[in-house]
Structures are given as structure tokens and as C-alpha cells.
């Protein structure tokens, strides 16, 4: 079983709509948690972090279910500059280490 | 300005040749990983160090040896054993436990 589990989309949708990801994980000792964007042959940034309250940032709204082990992000009003690949990533301390674990990447391309 | 570098940025290798990657960061970061990404595929945790003169090996190690001599470098060589060597490389780091991982641009290697 994967640590991370993403759909890989692809996710085609309209400018100005509204698209959401989920990202299941397997460890239940995972500490930390993320949303990073990567372009084409690039590498991975960090879109933002994810807290256990819930967090937001402008159009990205990021949430956490531990009890479900599930993070979301969710983008309103898309933009061209939004296509992209999302990596979820989460992380947890191994007593050989901290190790961070990712999803395959949700692809994501907003057409005009 | 902090961050992290990864030469070359293109490498090929020939057959029955070790090639070494190099990654150096002034961020003064204890922790540095080593990752590959194959196309539609997540990052794969090749090695990773914690502090000086030590690391250990993650989940697709065999074919690869590192180095951590001192903080700021952490060279990966894809040795001969390496049968499929062509992909996407990708160094990071992290200032601690639970925190964020920051990546350098990546290197592609590719077989002639």
C-alpha cells in the first residue's frame, strides 16, 4: 500500500471555476503536511502547508481530516497560471529520520 | 541569496560509467534528501542525511552511493549498477523536524 494516495486527475475545468483535490495518506503518526506545485520538468514549491484547523491563502483552501487521514486543497476562480501538478506530501519522523512521502501529482490544466 | 544548487543540470552517462550529481545549500539546514521522479510518477526517496557523516538509504537506494563530508554538500553518484538511470533528480533539504522541504532546480539524466 502506498504511503500517499493521490487521484491523478487529469483535471480539465474552465476558467473561474472552482476544482478540489483530495489526497489520502497511510500512516496515522504522520506529523506534517503539504501542497506542493510543480510545472513541467521543474521543481516542486511549496503552495502551502496544512494545519489542522484548516488554513487558507488567497483562492487556495487547504483542509485536514486526521481522523479520515485525508488532505484537500481546493482552488476557486482558476486561472490560466493555475496548470500545474499538485504533489501532496506529508511527513512523519522515523527513528532512522525525518522522511517526507509524496503522492503521484494531480494534473491540472485550466483552459480559457 | 539562500538556497540550493544542483549541477549539472543535464547529464548523460554512458554505458558501464558512474556520474555524480552535486548538491550544495547555504541555508544551514541539517537534514538533505535525494529524490528521483520518473515521468507520471511521484518522488521516490533515494538517500537522505540528517547530520554530517551520516545517512541512510530509502526506499530505491541499490545503485546509488552518497557522501556527507560536510553540511552543505550531499553529492549522489548513480553508479554502473544503476541499470535505468533516466530520470528526473531532485535535491532538498529541511531546517527540521515537521518543517517544510526546500528544492533545488533538479538535474535530468539521460543514457546514451
Known amino acids: 500500500r502506498k504511503e500517499v494516495e493521490q487521484d491523478p486527475g487529469p483535471f480539465n475545468v474552465p476558467e473561474g471555476a472552482t476544482v478540489a483535490f483530495n489526497c489520502t495518506y497511510s500512516n496515522s503518526a504522520s506529523q506534517s503536511f503539504f501542497w506542493y506545485r510543480q510545472d513541467c520538468r521543474k521543481e516542486p514549491k511549496l503552495l502551502m502547508s496544512?494545519?489542522?484547523s484548516g488554513n487558507e491563502d488567497g483562492r487556495f483552501t487547504a483542509q485536514l481530516n486526521r481522523a479520515s487521514q485525508y488532505i484537500s486543497l481546493l482552488i476557486r476562480d482558476s486561472k490560466l497560471s493555475d496548470s500545474a501538478t499538485y504533489l501532496c506530501v506529508v511527513n512523519f519522523a522515523r527513528n532512522t529520520g525525518n522522511q517526507f512521502y509524496f503522492g503521484t501529482g494531480t494534473s491540472l490544466t485550466v483552459i480559457p | 541569496d539562500g538556497g540550493i544548487t544542483q549541477s549539472p543540470k543535464y547529464l548523460f552517462r554512458k554505458e558501464g560509467q558512474n556520474v555524480t550529481l552535486s548538491c550544495e545549500q547555504n541555508?544551514?539546514?541539517?537534514?538533505m534528501y535525494w529524490y528521483r521522479q520518473d515521468p507520471g510518477q511521484g518522488l521516490r526517496l533515494i538517500y537522505y542525511?540528517?547530520?554530517?557523516?551520516?545517512?541512510q538509504k530509502g526506499d530505491i537506494a541499490e545503485g546509488y552511493s552518497v557522501s556527507r563530508e560536510k553540511k552543505e554538500s550531499f553529492p549522489l553518484t548513480v553508479t554502473s549498477a544503476q541499470k535505468n538511470p533516466t530520470a528526473f533528480y531532485l535535491c532538498a533539504s529541511s531546517p527540521g523536524p515537521y518543517e517544510k522541504l526546500f528544492f533545488g532546480s533538479g538535474t535530468q539524466l539521460s543514457v546514451l
Open positions: 496544512v494545519y489542522s
Open positions: 542525511s540528517q547530520i554530517v557523516n551520516d545517512f
Open positions: 541555508l544551514n539546514h541539517d537534514a
